[in-house]
T-cell receptor, first 114, second 115 residues
Framework: DQQVKQNSPSLSVQEGRISILNCDYTNSMFDYFLWYKKYPAEGPTFLISISSIKDKNEDGRFTVFLNKSAKHLSLHIVPSQPGDSAVYFC?????????????FGTGTRLQVTL | GAVVSQHPSWVICKSGTSVKIECRSLDFQATTMFWYRQFPKQSLMLMATSNEGSKATYEQGVEKDKFLINHASLTLSTLTVTSAHPEDSSFYICSEQLAGAYEQYFGPGTRLTVT
């Protein structure tokens, strides 16, 4: 049962344009969402997160939007740069006090072209 | 964010042998560490949650006798793959998390190849 889904396995965007990566979830108990960036043969790097009480969080070129009613979140990267080319994972969590597990999506490979 | 190291970054072993992977927190004493594995072009699958001084909590379907986890100190957790088989070949990644936080910070991963 895939509780977090990224339906686009890949995305190609021109440098300077906006990249939009999408993520859907099914578990209404999730109360925190995160985006990670991953290069091959490396561990994921934390990018940005959002609490379920918000609908938008911005950090530099990265903005995450959350639509709770649709159980959908998206990551916007503006402007896209060649160095952004990587696999992006969304993750969701339920607060459990001392340790909160993350459920990851399947990832979207972003390629930013010149 | 936090800094996590893993050792080794890459290991090849023969079928039937055991391999130990170390995960160290370099800048803060993590309350909880997690172990994941990732198959090519697939998502990260949580294997177990590790807390200092207590037994690890394994996810459903993960054999605890095969994947031994020890968390002897706040900064070090180890994963031992016992009696490794070719199907255990994968990318193993650890992460750390402070108590009460959601964010996890990941190590660089360990590529295990069992021949």
């Amino acid at each position: 049962d895939q509780q977090v889904k990224q339906n686009s396995p890949s995305l190609s965007v021109q440098e300077g344009r906006i990249s939009i990566l999408n993520c859907d979830y099914t578990n209404s108990m999730f109360d925190y969402f995160l985006w990670y960036k991953k290069y091959p043969a490396e561990g994921p790097t934390f990018l940005i997160s959002i609490s379920s009480i918000k609908d938008k969080n911005e950090d530099g070129r990265f903005t995450v939007f959350l639509n709770k009613s649709a159980k959908h979140l998206s990551l916007h990267i503006v402007p896209s740069q060649p160095g952004d080319s990587a696999v992006y994972f969304c993750a969701a969590s339920v607060f459990r006090g001392t340790a909160s597990k993350l459920t990851f999506g399947t990832g979207t490979r972003l390629q930013v072209t010149l | 964010g936090a800094v996590v190291s893993q050792h080794p970054s890459w290991v090849i072993c023969k079928s039937g042998t055991s391999v130990k992977i170390e995960c160290r927190s370099l800048d803060f004493q993590a309350t909880t560490m997690f172990w994941y594995r990732q198959f090519p072009k697939q998502s990260l699958m949580l294997m177990a949650t590790s807390n200092e001084g207590s037994k690890a909590t394994y996810e459903q379907g993960v054999e605890k006798d095969k994947f031994l986890i020890n968390h002897a100190s706040l900064t070090l957790s180890t994963l031992t793959v016992t009696s490794a088989h070719p199907e255990d070949s994968s990318f193993y990644i650890c992460s750390e998390q402070l108590a009460g936080a959601y964010e996890q910070y990941f190590g660089p991963g360990t590529r295990l190849t069992v021949t």
